[in-house]
């Protein structure tokens, strides 16, 4: 029989790992690369630390995950 403590040990852990989790689950992040949209910059990232702490910036504003070769024309 499980116990309180123990469900609740489980939660935390389960929701630890939840920002690795998504980036498995999205190419685009697994990856680890993100480009400016302004400058054309590009920088290696750790996908999951970025979903935990906050996305890197460049020129002032977020960079992106989305490759311009891949980008629609608009």
């Known amino acids: 029989m499980k116990t309180k403590w123990s469900e609740s040990v489980e939660i935390v852990r389960y929701v630890a790992g939840i920002h690795s989790r998504i980036?498995?689950?999205?190419?685009?992040?697994?990856?680890?690369?993100?480009?400016?949209l302004k400058c054309?910059?590009?920088?290696?990232?750790?996908?999951?630390r970025c979903l935990?702490?906050?996305?890197?910036?460049?020129?002032?504003?977020?960079?992106?995950?989305?490759d311009p070769k891949e980008r629609r024309p608009k």
């Open 23 to 36: 980036v498995d689950q999205v190419p685009n992040l697994a990856r680890g690369q993100v480009w400016c």
């Open 52 to 66: 935990r702490t906050g996305w890197p910036k460049c020129c002032g504003e977020t960079m992106t995950i989305d």
């Open 40 to 48: 054309g910059a590009t920088r290696k990232v750790d996908s999951a």
